[in-house]
């Protein structure tokens, strides 16, 4: 028989060795810890802070109908990058909302305001919604009224109010700026024409004039151009504000910088125009294509006489270019989603990289999280509704808004906004994007 007096010391030991694992466990081992290291995010992350759910009725989904910007040329993930005003609509905006189309031909906006939910409702389907990227307090809504007339809106939030509404295309943008929206009509003719205008976001429309294309010591129009408001037809003149007629052929790109700089690529030329005392002017032309580096500067590649790809730098609201070295390294496709950071440094919101400048910013870990911690969801949405399976194939779709903080969860039948878990990543990509 063991005496009393071991037995209590043998506990004693015992339990002093359990206070000490549960003291040391969480600590790496190079801290005199006697656990892992750092565990996997991925595998931390069992469980996300729901802030808010809305549940869709059946046909009504997170889309956009029949809509793409004039110079984006393959589908955009819906879901959307880094949600910077340089990229194409997504249907979740910010940490604010998301716009949906449903069965009967009809749009809403969900905003979440006070703890509840807001509903703006459209007697047409969406084909564009934008947050503006300075205080998040307008609205862009375009929306398809048939045929092929559109309408475009500029909505105060969180009140709905409509502060001005115009015929347009099936597109809209705000400048990077956030202080005006760039819309335009597809003329009838020539082909791939399109008349450009800008509106404010604040105050009062500028009054109608019409880029006269006649910039001393720049090429003219092409011939039987309209430069003339007078020669427009009847859509073209009643499309308010400063107008612009230039050619967006597939292929083409444009990028609205500043509320006064428009940058124009197609063709292998490029031109950018300045809103100087109400009416568009060229502030310069030349030969190559523009790829922009948002949010800090435009690149222009170009071929010397040996066929061989120059390189340049410019500013976005002024002309200064600078020749990069043939052997500096070669920029990477040009697509919205990259965000620029420095000169030799860029990253995508789904964390492709380019240069050395981002080798030690930290990786996106949360998305693949929350696809693990909502499977299950979207697997009880799809046996419920077959539509699902149609919308949603591979699992629940997921927007990230990281320098909200926060992601949209579209599982199938239900939406959700949870919490990301703080990072230093996302304090980077606040200060990434606010660069502009």
């Known amino acids: 028989m063991i005496p009393k007096r071991y037995l209590i010391a043998t506990l004693f030991i015992a339990a002093m060795l359990v206070l000490l694992a549960v003291v040391q466990a969480p600590r790496s081992k190079s801290q005199g810890g006697v656990g892992m290291g750092e565990i996997p995010v991925a595998l931390s992350l069992e469980s996300f802070e729901t802030l808010a759910e809305f549940r869709l009725a059946d046909g009504w989904a997170p889309r956009f109908q029949g809509t793409r910007d004039p110079d984006q040329l393959d589908p955009w993930p819906y879901a959307g990058g880094f949600e910077a005003p340089w ?17 009967t031909g009809r749009g809403e906006i969900l905003l979440w305001r006070g703890l509840e939910w807001r509903r703006f409702r459209f007697e047409a389907p969406i084909c564009s919604a934008r947050l503006d990227p300075d205080k998040g307090h307008r609205l862009l809504v375009t929306l398809a009224l048939g045929g092929d007339r559109f309408q475009t809106r500029l909505m105060e939030m969180p009140e709905g109010r ?48 019409l880029a006269p294309w006649d910039e001393p010591g720049l090429p003219p129009p092409p011939k039987g151009w309209i430069t003339r408001a007078d020669l427009l037809w009847d859509d073209g003149k009643d499309l308010l504000g400063p107008r612009l007629l230039t050619s967006l052929r597939p292929g083409a790109r444009l990028w609205f910088p500043r509320a006064d700089r428009l940058w124009l690529s197609g063709g292998g030329s490029w031109s950018l125009w300045g809103l100087e005392e109400g009416i568009w002017r060229r502030l310069g032309t030349g030969d190559g294509v523009l ?18 790809p120059l390189r340049a730098l410019s500013s976005l609201s002024t002309l200064d270019w600078k020749e990069l070295p043939e052997e500096a390294e070669a920029w990477p496709d040009y697509d919205a989603a990259w965000a620029w950071k420095g000169e030799n440094a860029a990253l995508t919101a789904w964390d492709l990289r380019w240069g050395k400048g981002v080798e030690g910013f930290p990786r996106e870990r949360q998305r693949e999280g929350i696809v693990k911690a909502f499977r299950a969801d979207w697997r009880a949405a799809a ?54």
């Open 291 to 308: 790829a922009a580096q948002p949010p800090l500067r435009m690149g222009r590649i170009r071929s010397d006489r040996e066929d061989r």
């Open 87 to 103: 990229e194409p609509a997504s249907p979740f905006l910010a940490d604010q909302g998301f716009a949906m189309n449903g069965p």
């Open 162 to 209: 409509v502060l001005w509404a115009s015929d347009s295309g099936p597109w809209s943008r705000f400048s990077w700026d956030g202080k005006a929206v760039l819309l335009g009509l597809r003329a009838p003719a020539p082909e791939g024409a399109w008349l450009l205008t800008t509106l404010p976001v604040d105050g009062d429309a500028l009054p109608q004039t």
């Open 383 to 436: 046996s419920l509704r077959a539509s699902v399976r149609g919308w949603l194939p591979e699992g629940p779709d997921i927007a990230l808004r990281e320098a909200s903080e926060v992601a949209w969860v579209w599982v199938g039948d239900r939406i959700l906004l949870v919490r990301l878990q703080g990072s230093e990543r996302l304090r980077k990509i606040r200060n990434l994007l606010k660069a502009r």
